[in-house]
């Protein structure tokens, strides 16, 4: 066990062995100096190191209150309790502000409550020192932390912050901690910023963002930011703790993926181009040529079994089928309309031939997209995504009826694809989709990404779906752009 120090400074010794005797009889292992001078004591206070200081008021040389002064002079935080014959008000308060722990008055039998008093105030200090040790600890996590973090109050100034913000934003802790938190931030964000705090403050869970960091230099960093709330800290009711991820690695990343998938995009599709080429000029031309020879092959026979025509024109017959499969299939890789009709009606020819061929009905419109033009890449990606989405309807939608909207509404391009199929879960479907290798929907999704746009999905089972498709428009209409600017 460990001993319990205390030091008594009283110059009624008689007052002392009352004290002593009382704190042997609940401390049995206290060891105990006594002093009848403030002086002496601060001149041993380093050897003896104390645990508790139990001092009187009125003592020759120093009083009780300048003894403190002098203790607190030597930066020294050692509880003090504060015995006086007086009960003068004015003294307590002095002693308490100068960091007495306690105030006691020497009434009779007072030494029988001192025990109490310095059980309470030891409890105090090992509550103040495992306190003490916590902070020191929380200080290390949080300056040392991966994250940006900071701390603001409700009227968003910076209260704290740690040394990852300071590295990331370039600005001196001194500098940071006269700012406010939306000063990080540019002022497009800033409402968003004020949206979420006051989410909080409604007891509502916010989820992370992404948006970017001004750093003292003027630099954009895109960063990702969360924001938590803390109660009863910083000396204030409540506390916001924004942490803030330098992402800027993680989006080169993306930027690279997306570069290599439009690349690699872009090679399938001259693949496809070129199967289709080679398809439609050479193979089907040289099947077509085969099916005029068969056609032809009795004109200069003047003798011919029927038999024998009969098996010719079923050759010839095979052969008109295998050249309009192959120029179906060449179409499909890639539709010479594309070139020719340009995007929308093409579309709208893919929409006939969906329903010539699964008799599912769609409707089909176009609004805003006069005089719209794309380049070639980004037009067969569009055309792809609304193939793919047929594609999806005829294979699992189970639907009588689509629906497929084009919207140039500045400075995006909209597609809605909907059916009245069976519908689905739309999270179980794209969780399922990946471990059974289907890749319709993550096709449009990546296709999507490559345009920079955003998709969402929307179904319910025996409810149909709905898939929409914002992009936007790169393209140099300047007319386009005035008139729905004007809007």
């Known amino acids: 066990m460990n001993t319990l120090k205390i030091v008594i400074i009283e110059d009624e010794e008689a007052h002392f062995q009352l004290m002593e005797r009382a704190i042997h009889k609940e401390f049995p292992y206290a060891s105990i100096d006594y002093f009848k001078e403030g002086a002496l004591c601060l001149q041993r206070l380093e050897e003896i190191s104390p645990d508790i200081i139990i001092t009187d008021y009125l003592m020759p040389g120093m009083n009780g209150i300048e003894f403190m002064e002098a203790l607190n002079r030597k930066d020294k935080d050692i509880p003090v309790i504060m015995i006086t014959g007086q009960g003068d008000e004015n003294i307590a308060i002095r002693a308490m502000k100068l960091g007495a722990r306690d105030y006691l008055v020497k009434i009779a ?99 992370v963002f992404e948006n970017c960091l001004f750093t003292k230099g003027g630099d954009k960093i895109p960063v990702e930011t969360g924001f938590g709330t803390l109660k009863n800290c910083y000396g204030q009711e409540i506390v916001f703790q924004g942490s803030i991820i330098n992402i800027i690695e993680r989006k080169r990343a993306q930027e690279q993926v997306s570069i290599l998938s439009q690349q690699l995009m872009k090679a399938q599709e001259d693949e496809r181009q070129r199967l289709s080429r080679d398809l439609h000029d050479l193979v089907a031309q040289d099947l077509s040529a085969l099916k005029i020879g068969l056609d032809t092959f009795f004109d200069d026979q003047h003798v011919v079994y029927p038999d024998q025509r009969q098996k010719v024109v079923e050759l010839s017959e095979i052969v008109r089928w295998t050249i309009m499969n192959i120029r179906n299939m060449a179409y499909s ?155």
């Open 109 to 207: 039998n007072f030494f029988t409550l001192l025990p109490g008093v310095i059980y309470k105030v030891i409890s105090e200090q090992k509550l103040k020192e495992e306190l003490r040790r916590s902070e020191k600890r929380y200080r290390i996590l949080f300056d040392n932390f991966i994250d940006a973090i900071n701390i603001f109050s409700e009227d968003r100034r910076l209260l704290d912050v740690n040394k990852k913000l300071i590295q990331l934003s370039g600005y001196s802790k001194k500098e940071l901690l006269s700012m406010k938190v939306e000063d990080l931030y540019s002022v497009n964000v800033r409402p968003a910023i004020e949206e979420k705090i006051q989410n909080m403050l409604r007891g509502k869970e916010v989820p």
């Open 333 to 487: 890789l890639r539709p010479p309309n594309l070139d020719q009709l340009g995007f929308a009606k093409t579309v709208l020819n893919c929409c006939e031939e969906f329903y010539s061929s699964t008799k599912i009905k769609v409707d089909f419109s176009v609004a805003g997209m006069h005089g719209l033009e794309f380049d070639s890449d980004t037009e067969i990606i569009l055309y792809r995504l609304i193939q793919e989405g047929l594609n999806n309807v005829k294979k699992h939608a189970d639907a009588t009826h689509a629906t497929i909207r084009l919207l140039g509404s500045f400075p995006d391009l909209i597609i809605r694809i909907e059916d009245n199929g069976k519908g689905f879960d739309v999270e179980s479907r794209l969780a399922s989709a990946v471990n059974e290798k289907r890749l319709g929907l993550r096709s449009m999704e990546e296709r999507v990404t490559l345009l920079g746009g955003k998709m969402k999905i929307q179904s319910r089972p025996m409810r149909g779906t709905k898939i929409f498709i914002e992009v936007p428009y790169r393209g140099n209409n300047i007319g386009w752009q005035e008139k729905n600017l004007n809007c």
